[in-house]
Each structure stands twice: as structure tokens, then as C-alpha cells.
């Protein structure tokens, strides 16, 4: 008992990136650090606040103080959203931290470390400054932040030239970073080239942290692993996949529509391709039309999940475009699901995604090859892993008709092709499954770090 309480002094302070794809891999990490017998606090931005639920009532929740709004993400754009956010938070993050240190001491408890996400990095001037233990947190691959690297070598070499990959270029392989090529480095719809420059300027690695936490695992991505361990010269921690190392727990900003899953009850093992863009990605009215005939052509059944504001409209109003959907045969059509039990469901044979971070491994975890159709930033080297080295997927590249998704369906639903990835997709499942048991490498990674703690 009083080594327990001993224990629970020991704090640990993380601090998300308000958006759906960075709140839950560290809620997960938060989840897996309670367990090991650490109390937690979650300090939030107003922006994208995650309502604490029942299931984590063990965790405090604060507020770190910013005035940003959903008119400014609008107008601003992601990347320059997250830079005026960095600069909000500045300074009245670190009088908070300093008031939060005091009373956490009048308690007698400890801060043992401060963990945030990469585009949090405001975190770092305060976390130094009161000389606590600061940690990294990324929540995309280990490749894409080689990707983030690569790129700003590049641009300090000659500047935007080298990176907006025009002519033949953005065909070309960027050296080093096979499969990626120059169309895949992470500039993005997300901001403009420039804006992207900065933003990753400021999220890659200064020097001052002690040790970088990435949501991935050694036997995907070994190479990109040993590449950053070589280039920071700190401890890389690959702690993923995070889902699976800390139980499921509410994390969804949005509300999830459970009954999908009685839909899918009802549907054949492996009949219907799940379709689902991520919590950020919008798509045009004539794209989804296209996708929806191509799904239908294809004969297979499918589950969508359209969420509200995510379709730009301009012929028709988002509801009128819904109706016609509902519509559509062999179709369930819901405005945001439970992701990882879709997944998990034996009726699902297929995932078109965007290719987040999350998404892909939550596809993996699952062992249900893809359809990549990536957006943007880093969705697009997750695109290319996906079809070029782990080979359990189809990228559908240029403009979306509906020939082009009927034949990438049916290449993986019908074809020996799919046959074959699927074999591959379980496979990988299984090495998952096997890095987060007692034995394995992400289990030993979690252990390392808390061995520094
Ligand atoms: C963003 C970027 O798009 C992504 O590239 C980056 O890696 C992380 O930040 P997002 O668009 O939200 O992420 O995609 P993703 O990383 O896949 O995360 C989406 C999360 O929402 C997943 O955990 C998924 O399970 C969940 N989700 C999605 C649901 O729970 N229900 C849904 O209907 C759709």
C-alpha cells in the first residue's frame, strides 16, 4: 500500500495537439503509463476539447489558456492555425505550467515528465526553462518524420525548388527515401509550401528534448528507425501501435453510430469494403458521386463514413447528396463509426482510407489490406508503404472516376491479387499482435522509457 502510494506521486504531464488523429495515440500512451502505476494529467487547448469520459476519470484534465476558434482553423488553414496557436500558447502555457508545478509540490507530487505532441513545441521553451524531463511525442510514422528531415535538407540546399517537385521530377524517388517520391514529401493542401517549411522547422527536433516516443513499430519500419536513431542521436522509443498496447478507450470527438455494427451483422465474412477519410479531409461533390457509382458498379457492399462538412457542395446541399446516398444499394452510410471495432468486424474485406497514421495501423492492427487514396502531408509516404514495401495496398492515384474505383474494388475484392494481400495483411497482424505481447519490441520500448522516468 505504501509503495503504491509512493507511486502514485509520480506524475506524468501530456500535452495533445488539438485534433483527432494526434488526441487519441496520446491518450493511448497515457492509458499504458497509468498502468504502469503513473497518475496522469492531460492539459488541453479550448480548441477541439476532448469531454472527458467515464472510462477516464482517473486522469485530471486541465485547460491550457488560447482564445483560437473554429472561424480561425477556417480561415487560416491547418498550418498556419497551428503556428498562431504555438505563438498563443507561448507564453500563457508556461505561466500555467508554473502555477501547476507550485500546487503539484504543495501535494507532494512530482512531475516526472513532460510529454507533447510534435506540433505542440511550444511546450519545449517552458519545459526547459523549469528543468523538467521533456519527451516528444509523434503520432505518424517514423518515416514521415524522415520525410520531414529529408525535406528540410532539401530546402536549405536550394530552397523551394527542390521540394515543389515540378517537371519530371515529383516522379523521381527522392534519393534515400525509397518508396517516397518528390510528390510524396509531406507539403501539402494543408498549408502552402512555405507555411509547411516553418511549421516542420519548428516541429523537428531542436536538440533540448530527452528522448523522442513514436507511435510505430521496429518491424515495420526498421530503417526509418535506425535513420532517426543515427540522426538525433537521443533515445527513439517505437511504442505502437498504440491502440493495441493500451486498451480501446472513448477518445472520439465526434459521436460514434453503433449501428453500423448491426448492419455489418448482417453482412457475409469479408463482403463489404469500409470507407472512411479520417476526421480532417474533404472531398468535392462530383469525387464522391463518381466513388459512390464506381462502388456500386463494383458489386460489393460497403460501409461509409461521410462526416458532417466534409463534402465541399455545390450542385446539390450535403443533406440532399446524403439522401441520394442512403439510397444507393448495398450501402450503410453513418456520419462517423467506431473505427477499430469496424475494423475488427469479419465482415469488413477491405478499408479505403486516407491513409492517417492511425487509420493505417488500426488496418493493419486488423490485418484488412487498402485502398489508399491520401490527401495529404503524411497520408502520402503511408500510401506508398502500404503499396510498395509492406504490399497491402492499392494506391488510386489522379482524378477519381468511377472506372478506376469499380477496378481498384475488385482488384482487391475479387481478384487473386487482393487474395494475396490479404495473406500478407494477416501476417503482418499477427507481428503486431506479437510486438505488443510481454516479449515483444514495443513492450521492451515502453519499459526502456519508463526506466527513465
Ligand atoms: C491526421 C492526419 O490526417 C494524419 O495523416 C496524421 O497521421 C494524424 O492526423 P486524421 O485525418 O484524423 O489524422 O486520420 P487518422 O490518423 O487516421 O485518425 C483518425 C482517427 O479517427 C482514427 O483513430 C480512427 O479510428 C478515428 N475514426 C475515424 C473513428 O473513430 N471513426 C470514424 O468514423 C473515422
Redesign the pocket.
Known sequence: MEEKLARRRRRVLLIPAP????I??IIQLAKALHFKGFSITIAQTKFNYLNPSKNLSDFQFVTIPESLQESDLKNLGPGRFMIKLAKECYVSFKDWLGQFLVKQQSINEEIVCVIYDEFMYFVEAAVKEFKLHNVILS???AS?FVCRFVMFKLYAIDGLAHLKGSGGREEELVPELYPIRYKDLPTSVVAPVEISVELFNNTCYKGTASSIIINTVRCLEISSLEWLQRELAIPVYPIGPL?MVASASP??L?E?DKSCIEWLNKQKSSSVVYI??????MMETKEVLEMASGLVSSNQSFLW?I?PGSIRTSEMSEEELFRKMVTLERGCI???????Q??AHSAVGAFW????????L?SLGEGVPMICRP?????KG?ARYLECVWKVGIQVEGEIERGVVERAVKRLMVDEEGEEMKRRALILKEKLKVSVSAEGSSHKSLDDFIKTL
Open positions: 485534433a483527432q488523429g494526434h487519441t495515440p503520432t505518424t510514422s514521415a491502440h477518445t472520439s465526434l460514434e472512411s477519410l479520417g476526421s480532417f479531409t463514413v462526416r453513418v456520419k462517423w463509426a467506431p473505427q477499430k469496424v475494423l482510407s486516407h491513409c492517417g497514421w492511425n487509420s493505417t488500426e490527401f495529404m502531408t503524411d497520408q503511408n
